[in-house]
């Protein structure tokens, strides 16, 4: 019996923190129960953490402890969750408490509770303002809190309460956990082919197993991946198992919502960031009960409480936006390996173009193949040309190229649909005064502001900034000057209308496609043929099956290649190549046109060969000659501060500091590309180690070594993938 506990709070400020465990608690109070201390004269919530996991040295004696104030009426955090948490906060240098808030967002530790929630009713208000008809209209068919509507709807807080008041908004009592219904794992099962077939029983087999593997399900794209999981869930599932299904983008969940339904009959749980409160609360509750078996959901759900998790899947495995870029910087992908590692299950990575890193393990053995050469149902694989932009280039302030305008052409002619890709958002990346050369730059970071036309103002892409567009020049005061450099996907839209006016176009961006019911609407009118032409950045590149879209263009592969980025030629293959997988991918055979400056290059040269293993090898060669990942590793320490010159002289007094030994080597400190972001400048130092060193112990060692003032924040990232 546990008579005195030691308890993590959500407060990286702080340390563990040790209390009594008053009578009548005790059989309460276990490891990972989740409890209500006081601190000061404040109380706060806080996790039992194993004793000798958390040593201490100062140790306060017993009779100085003060007592818990309860037990929360919730589940504990499960061992094999508290593993992975201090796995994460040791590997990727973070605080304890970080890592922890990850597991517990705020709020979700709550015991059963009714809440009010307010979805439109039948009566319109009689006076209908501008805000009021935008609130309606956004609103739609949601449900949540008055702050939740606000914030959903653009409108203030007051919109809301009026329309309440007129009677437009009703309040409906929701019960903040009621459990999910289960998926039901024969409802609409397939009939797999024999590829599939061996596929989804090897999966099936370590379901049933329960013991930590790792599988690369490595399928071109269409070839039923996605079908061949669900076998697994279908299993976990019947063994009463739970299942996480991880997704790189939240624009993704949806589809995959109406999917998964169609195929177990109910849906699964969501969990991302897009949730409302109460809905992150219900699934969160739902998990730590065994209430939801399956979650389908962004890198966040990696943390969620599961105490039954027996399959982990990693969909679209290659993506790099499954790496957390603030926070705690974590790689989403690694840590679901953990994760299964630490849950003793299996572990799913599914890609039609496997990260290098993957690649690589399996070639050490540490993780199995599956393979999936062909499409389903006799489905061919596009033919991918190549259009040399130096050879039949566009007109002046026009971006697509003849022989692309001709494709078009043909596709409209045969009834089927097109794809635009162009990787930016927007009209166009720079605006410039013709008059002055005055470039618009965001006054909080070193990048451009990007003109956005649907919404008529200019955007930073870093940080969300936005202004008005002006007329006239801000520097030069010239009136009509400004004029739009290089195209953005707003623009090519303009173009494609320009060139075929009977044409119905849809921009597919995380400008457009905001909320789940926009995705839902862009995929009905895709799939009811009233689009003719898509033009999308990289939203639209996985994950949709358009059955009569067979003609794919990339107006710009080049745009990948920029910046010099260790995995840009990579990335640039796995993009090309997932857009171009959504060309016929039914009955109608597809095709695939590329854009580019740079025939000779060896991505270009891969993606029209189709030669992936070649582009691979010559990929994985170049990289071991580096001794860049997965050879070696690298860190990057990041110092920022909205003082300059703070900035620059922590960054030299670490360089100067900078650990010297065999097997490692520390370069910088340099400027960041953007060298002002959200207001801070920054520096960074890069450490190259080999594989076998411990890079971790080396930077703490390093960092323990220097002092910086408060105003300057110093932050770890192992195993970068964005140098911005
Ligand atoms: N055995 C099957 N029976 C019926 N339909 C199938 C079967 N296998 C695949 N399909 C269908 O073929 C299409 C492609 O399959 P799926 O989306 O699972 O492929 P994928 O490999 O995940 O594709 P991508 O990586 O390109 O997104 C889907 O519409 C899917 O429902
Ligand atoms: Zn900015």
């Known amino acids: 019996m546990m008579t005195r506990v030691r308890v993590l709070t959500l407060n990286a400020a702080l340390g563990p923190l040790d209390y009594r465990v008053p009578p009548g608690l005790e ?51 499960p061992a094999p969750l508290r593993r992975l948490v201090e796995w994460v906060a040791d590997y990727y240098m973070a605080p304890l408490a970080a890592v922890l808030r990850m597991a517990m967002p705020a709020g979700v530790a709550v015991g059963e509770r009714v809440i009010t929630e307010y979805r439109l009713s039948d009566t319109s208000p009689a006076r209908l303002t501008p805000q009021r008809a935008q609130a309606l209209e956004r ?112 624009a993704l969940t949806q589809p995959f919502l109406k999917r998964f339904e169609a195929r177990f009959g109910v849906a699964p749980t969501p969990w991302h960031s897009g949730l409302k409160q109460s809905e992150r609360r219900r699934a969160w509750s739902a998990v730590a009960r065994g209430q939801a078996q399956v979650v389908v959901g962004a890198r966040s759900a990696l943390f969620l409480p599961f105490p039954q998790l027996s399959l982990l899947v990693v969909d679209e495995a290659h993506e790099t936006s499954f790496k957390q870029e603030d926070g705690v910087r974590y790689h989403a992908r690694d840590v679901a390996v953990m994760r299964g590692k630490f849950e003793e299950c299996p572990v799913v990575l599914a890609t039609a173009t496997p990260a290098l890193e993957t690649r690589h393990q399996v070639s050490l053995g540490r993780y199995e193949e599956i393979k999936l050469a062909a499409r389903f149902g006799g489905a061919q694989l596009p033919e991918i040309t190549g259009i040399d932009l130096l050879e039949t280039p566009p007109d002046r302030q026009r971006w697509i190229a003849p022989p692309l305008v001709a494709a078009i052409d043909e596709t409209f002619e045969k ?41 008529h103002r200019l955007a930073c892409h870093h940080c969300g900034h936005v202004m008005p567009s002006p007329r006239a020049c801000p520097e030069c005061k010239e009136e009509d000057a400004l004029v739009a450099c290089g195209p953005g996907v ?48 990289q939203l639209v590149t996985k994950g949709y099956h358009f059955p009569n879209l067979t003609l794919v263009g990339v107006i710009d592969a080049d745009l990948g290649l920029e910046g010099g980025d260790l995995r840009a030629a990579e990335r640039c293959f796995q993009q090309i190549s997932q857009v171009a997988g959504r060309a016929g991918r039914a009955t109608k055979p597809g095709r695939v046109l590329i854009q580019t400056r740079m025939m000779g290059a060896g991505v270009i040269k891969a993606l029209l060969s189709g030669d992936a293993e070649r582009f691979y090898a010559a990929e994985a060669e ?52 953007l060298a002002q972001l959200r207001g801070r400048w920054r520096h960074r130092l890069l450490v190259h180690a080999a594989r076998t060193t ?28 964005s140098f911005l």
């Open 27 to 77: 059989g309460d109070v276990l490891p990972g129960s989740i409890v209500e201390v006081p601190l000061g004269p404040r109380r706060i919530i806080g996790v039992v953490w194993d004793q000798e996991r958390l040593p201490d040295d100062s140790e306060v004696p017993d009779a100085k402890l003060r007592p818990i104030f309860a037990a929360l009426p919730v589940p504990p955090i």
């Open 490 to 537: 707003e623009r090519i839209a303009d173009e494609a209308k320009a060139l075929f006016p009977q044409a119905r176009t849809a921009i597919v961006t995380s400008d457009t496609l905001w909320s789940p019911e926009k995705v839902a609407e862009f995929v009905a009118s895709v799939e009811a043929g009233a689009v003719d032409i898509i033009i999308g950045t």
């Open 694 to 721: 411990n890079v971790q112990g080396v930077i703490q060692h390093w960092l323990g070594s220097v002092n910086w003032p408060t105003s300057v924040r110093v932050n770890v990232d192992i195993d970068p993938y």
């Open 622 to 673: 170049s990289r071991r000659h580096a001794e860049a990942p997965p050879y070696g590793r690298y860190a990057a320490i990041i110092v920022s501060s909205e003082s300059a010159d703070a900035a620059a002289e922590t960054a030299r007094r670490l360089g100067r500091a900078a650990p010297q030994r065999d097997g490692l080597h520390v370069y910088g400190p340099a400027p960041a590309p």
């Open 139 to 250: 609103i739609g068919e949601f449900q949540a809190s008055v702050s939740e509507l606000a914030e959903k709807a653009e409108v203030s807080v007051a919109v809301i309460r009026g329309l309440i008041k007129a009677g437009a908004l009703e309040a409906i009592e929701t019960s903040a956990d009621a459990p999910y219904p289960a998926p039901l794992p024969t409802h609409a099962a397939p009939s797999l082919n024999g590829e599939q077939h061996a596929a989804a029983n090897r999966i099936i087999q370590a379901v049933d197993a329960q013991q930590f593997q790792t599988f690369l399900l490595d399928g071109v794209t269409g070839s039923g991946k996605t079908e061949v999981y669900f076998e697994g869930i279908a299993q976990a599932v019947r063994t009463g198992g739970q299942v996480l299904v991880l997704l790189p983008e939240i």
């Open 415 to 455: 009834g089927e649909q097109a794809l635009l890709f162009l990787n930016r958002r927007g009209y166009a990346p720079l605006t410039l005064c013709r008059h002055c050369g005055y470039r618009i730059q965001c006054p909080h970071c070193t990048s451009w502001m990007v003109e956005h036309k649907i919404t």
